[in-house]
């Protein structure tokens, strides 16, 4: 069944979305729109508000590429929503969040912490907010302190391993198995303390999200919630955020050590310079320990070549 997503980038992202899908432009695009393209049976359209619409057969898996949906829906299914307790923000939780799955080159980084509201005073003095409002030097560090302080679970899907299992796992499946792997790994580390709540930063409405974890063999079903911009819902995912980010960083750094070249972060015209580079290099083969191969920015870097 057909359906449908939308998600809010910033000016910036809408140009470089705008780039990256160039090749399957369509002739004419919708009133107050920058783009309109098409991508096999989906369709993506970019307004000039920063909203970009994805329709079709896929849809959550495109648009996860690029950020978090702001609305979906599915025509076959109701889905249900959770909304947050108006004291969410004080109580005793675990948070979960992730990074990388949209950017051509890095991991997949999944991070799940416990905060104790004593704890959050401690949290705040150390540096802990949305990562978005952050530099990269000062997530590394504010990544330490909490690494110092709190019960925290982290899974790091590599480019080579994320390749294996990619075909199996669409990008919305791949992300409910390893924040679910992270939050249960967690809730082993803390028992028998039992968080109050456990917020997901939301990447896919909460029945899809029940749907694929039905099919894992451990399921942390009870007492989650879920919102969009998490971080700025409880510190526990604020700071599942920043690690996530730091870890992202060092392994780019490790990469573009390795190859001796910068690899960026991303998916725009920058990855398919440096992915014609690496394949000029060693073929597909070296492109698979680095990058997720079954973004468009493959296809491009072998035109480049």
């Not at 604020?238 to 573009?256: G, H, P, Q, V, Y």
Request: aromatic content about 6%; some cysteine; proline content about 5%.
């Amino acid at each position: 069944m057909a359906n449908s997503c939308v998600i809010k980038v910033t000016p910036a992202k809408l140009k470089e979305m705008a780039d990256h899908y160039q090749p399957q432009l369509k002739a004419k695009t919708p009133p107050y729109s920058l783009f309109s393209a098409k991508v096999g049976a989906l369709t993506i359209t970019g307004y000039n508000s920063g909203k970009v619409m994805f329709q079709g057969a896929g849809a959550e898996e495109e648009s996860a590429k690029w950020g978090n949906a702001l609305e979906a829906k599915k025509t076959s299914s109701s889905t249900t929503s959770s909304t947050l307790p108006k004291d969410f923000a004080t109580w005793s939780a675990a948070g979960s969040d992730e990074v990388g799955n949209g950017s051509y080159f890095g991991p997949v980084v999944v991070c799940a912490t416990y905060v104790e509201a004593s704890q959050m005073p401690l949290l705040k003095e150390l540096g802990v907010k949305d990562s978005k409002e952050l530099t990269d030097t000062q997530i590394r560090e504010i990544a330490k302190g909490i690494k110092l302080v709190l019960p925290y679970r982290e899974l790091v899907v590599t480019p080579e391993k994320y390749n294996q299992i990619q075909p199996e796992y669409n990008a919305v499946r791949m992300k409910v198995a390893l924040h679910n792997q992270a939050i249960a790994l967690l809730l082993e580390d803390i028992a028998p303390t039992v968080p109050q709540g456990i917020l997901i930063d939301q990447f896919t409405p909460e029945g899809n999200y029940r749907k694929h974890l039905s099919r894992e063999k451990v399921q942390v079903k009870d007492n989650l919630y879920f919102a969009t911009k998490g971080e700025h819902h409880h510190l526990s995912v604020a700071a599942a955020s920043i690690i996530c980010r730091a870890s992202f960083l060092d392994e780019l750094d490790k990469a573009s050590k390795e190859l001796g070249m910068t690899v960026p972060s991303g998916a725009g015209t920058k990855s398919d310079s440096v992915a014609a580079k690496i394949l000029k290099r060693g073929g597909m083969e070296l492109l698979s320990k680095h990058a997720k191969l079954h973004f468009a920015n493959t296809e491009k870097a072998k035109k480049k070549v």
